[in-house]
């Protein structure tokens, strides 16, 4: 579906690509790592037909350069960095929807669902979209590119900016879309995206250094039960369980709640900063048919 | 036509909110209101007196004005989007780059003119409402060239922003091409001619094609038809059109420099890295 055969990019002296070729096939779900100026986001503004480059590009046969509204049109993209767009927020997604042909609703409920109030009086849908928070941009960005029949979703760090809780929807819609599209994740670490994709591709000075199919165990919708037991109550140790959504029995030792199993890497990552006051913890993947009980639901 | 229409009404909108807008709608209006403030309707300078006095008046610091204010905030707005990954998010969205670009003209062309116009349109009801008489036909010329003016610069700032890569260099080179065509005016040209260095057809073609000098020499050509306050130039500019042809002149030789700037631009635009 997506061909890069022997793409190059040179700025100035610098060859930022060198020579990519890969083939990446409907429904994969790709990983692009490597670190800061590996070639990361020069290959996917080649993908995305906004860069000149050696070596061909193609989406269905199709080059994104020459068949712009064609190609693009089928592409929803996440950048890392938000544009400052002095718009409103409603406007930039009537106009997102009217450039893309899609329903600008589809583009609010997914908004919606991402937690983002666009309805209330003090809700973000009048309020310029450069004045919302960066995590309130990226559920939005997100929104846009996931409110349209896209057959390739390019995400740019798209999780990073997110709470535990817009992740786990996250992750939802990701999963609705699994069968349906291409999912080009890029990040500066594999631990961010890895519970995300069946491969991971990492670049390294403008090169393919691995190319390499994961077992895909983690399903996008899977959900971890977890327990906590800490030695004493610590206020700090609250607070970071408030951002997950956890809940205590009144005394701040015993916490309870789940984690988006995509998002359990991250989620253990947190609760290692406090290894010295965690005593007990368990993590049981939850049987979507059986419930956490084990018991049918 | 669609996508066009998108992208210049997303100018307009992202343009109505910046803070350049607001000086420059602000520094447009103001002069309008302190020329009326100072009683100018009310002097009389080479026979004029009312709101033809303002209009010249307010042409005159408009030529001044409107060039480095068009070019600036084009180069900086264009070139700052692309730097600050504007450019990278809407440009991958599915928007043809013919769209992008002439549509991103014709927003800025909207937001550029419409205050400098609108300043004129409020002298002629202030006017009207006062009793003055409104000289209709002045006031017709004066927004035709007003209009080309804005085109013009607007033409060459985009062709600035597609060359540039930086905004600290497209600035730069922006206020570069203003100074050059200052430096041209019809009193440097004289100058030179007096020191004999170049040949007197030269210095007059230089102002000839001088877009700036263009401007001045049609909006002085309304109230001074001789064209005397230019000295020996304007024998030859009136010998070669006429006091009407250099005014039609005026109007369409900068349209055809700022379209052919914009074109320039576009296949500059078009062929190189977008973001």
């Known amino acids: 579906m997506i061909k890069f055969q022997n793409v190059a990019k040179t700025f100035r002296r610098a060859r930022v690509l060198d020579g990519i070729d890969l083939e990446i096939a409907l429904g994969e779900r790709v990983a692009l790592i490597g670190s800061n100026g590996a070639g990361k986001t020069t290959l996917i503004r080649c993908l995305l037909g906004e860069y000149n480059h050696e070596g061909v590009v193609t989406i269905d046969g199709r080059s994104p350069r020459t068949d712009r509204t064609a190609v693009l049109g089928s592409i929803g993209f996440v950048p890392q960095l938000p544009p400052p767009l002095k718009m409103p927020v409603g406007q930039l997604i009537e106009f997102a929807a009217s450039l893309c042909g899609s329903d600008p609703k589809r583009i609010f409920d997914i908004a919606r669902r991402l937690g983002l109030d666009l309805d209330s009086a003090n809700g973000v849908a009048g309020r310029q979209f450069v004045r919302l928070s960066g995590g309130m941009k990226q559920k939005l960005l997100i929104a846009i590119a996931l409110g349209r029949d896209a057959k390739v979703l390019v995400l740019d760090e798209p999780a990073a900016n997110l709470d535990p809780e817009a992740r786990k929807i996250f992750f939802e819609l990701l999963a609705e879309r699994a069968e349906s599209a291409t999912m080009l994740i890029s990040s500066h670490r594999l631990d961010e995206v890895s519970t995300l994709v069946n491969r991971v591709i990492e670049l390294d000075l403008g090169k393919v250094v691995l190319d390499d199919r994961v077992a895909d165990d983690v399903a996008l919708t899977g959900r971890l039960d977890c327990r906590i037991v800490v030695k004493r109550p610590e206020a700090a140790f609250a607070k970071a369980m408030a951002v997950w959504k956890f809940t205590d029995r009144g005394d701040g030792l015993e916490w309870t709640g789940d984690v988006a199993g995509p998002d359990r890497l991250r989620f253990m990552g947190m609760a290692s900063r406090y290894v010295a006051l965690i005593s007990d913890i368990s993590l049981r993947e939850v049987d979507e048919k059986l419930g956490a009980s084990g018991t049918p639901n | ?275």
Do not use: H
């Open chain 2, 1 to 275: 036509m669609k996508q066009l229409w998108l992208t210049a009404k997303l100018d307009i909108v992202e343009s109505l909110r910046a803070r350049w807008f607001q000086i420059y709608t602000l520094v447009f209006g103001g002069i309008v209101a302190l020329l009326f403030l100072f009683g100018l309707t009310e002097s009389r300078v080479l026979g004029f007196i009312g709101l033809s006095r303002l209009l010249v008046t307010y042409i005159q610091l408009t030529m001044a004005i409107l060039p480095i204010f068009v070019l600036i905030t084009t180069v900086r707005s264009v070139a700052g989007d692309r730097e600050a990954g504007v450019f990278e998010y809407l440009l991958s969205l599915p928007v043809s780059l013919g769209a992008w670009f002439w549509g991103k003209i014709l927003g800025r062309y909207v937001v550029i003119f419409l205050p400098v116009f609108a300043a004129m349109v409020g002298a002629v009801i202030w006017a009207l409402i006062a009793g003055i008489e409104v000289p209709w036909g002045m006031f017709g010329y004066y927004t035709a060239l007003i209009a080309v003016m804005a085109a013009c610069f607007l033409g060459i700032g985009m062709l600035i922003s597609a060359v540039a890569r930086s905004t600290d260099m497209a600035q730069g080179a922006a206020f570069l091409v203003w100074l050059t065509l200052l430096l041209f005016l019809d009193l440097i040209l004289l100058g030179v001619m007096i020191q004999g260095k170049v040949a007197p057809e030269v210095a007059v073609t230089l102002a000839l094609a001088n877009p700036l000098q263009v401007f001045r020499t049609a909006a002085l050509a309304l109230f001074d038809p001789q064209l005397i306050v230019l000295g020996p130039s304007a024998y030859v500019i009136l010998d070669l059109f006429g006091a009407t042809g250099y005014q039609i002149f005026a109007l369409v030789y900068p349209t055809v420099v700022g379209l052919a700037a914009a074109t320039l631009g576009y296949q500059l635009f078009r062929r190189g890295d977008l973001p």
